[in-house]
Nanobody, 120 residues
Framework: QVQLVESGGGLVQPGGSLRLSCAAF????????MGWYRQAPGKQRELVAS???????NYADSVKGRFTISRDNAKNTVHLQMNSLKSEDTAVYYC??????????????WGQGTQVTVSS
């Protein structure tokens, strides 16, 4: 069985910081690259950061230099440190495999996500 539980979102002013956490239950999450996605209102979900088990990272241009993804395999957690937040970072943030999304009963599985709102 698999489960993803995201937390750490909230309301923050422009220029502020947040640290998101994802508890990933299921062995597949410890052996595959992980990613953070976000979905803003009216937009498609997009991958903003990914991290391989070997430590290689990749970031969307829109967050490069501001966001940092990390993982703690011993605790089955993935984090996203977000600095210098902008209003355009407002979205629901999800973690999942970086690549083919995990499926349950043939359907993509997503956690509940965590809302990040950047506003003054």
């Amino acid at each position: 069985q698999v489960q993803l539980v995201e937390s750490g979102g909230g309301l923050v002013q422009p220029g502020g910081s947040l640290r998101l956490s994802c508890a990933a239950f299921g062995s597949i999450f410890s052996i595959r690259p992980m990613g953070w996605y976000r979905q803003a209102p009216g937009k498609q979900r997009e991958l903003v950061a990914s991290l391989t088990t070997g430590g290689r990272t990749n970031y969307a241009d829109s967050v490069k230099g501001r966001f940092t993804i990390s993982r703690d395999n011993a605790k089955n957690t993935v984090h996203l440190q977000m600095n210098s937040l902008k209003s355009e970072d407002t979205a629901v943030y999800y973690c999942n495999l970086a690549g083919p999304i995990v499926k349950l009963s043939g359907r993509e599985y997503w956690g509940q996500g965590t809302q990040v709102t950047v506003s003054s």
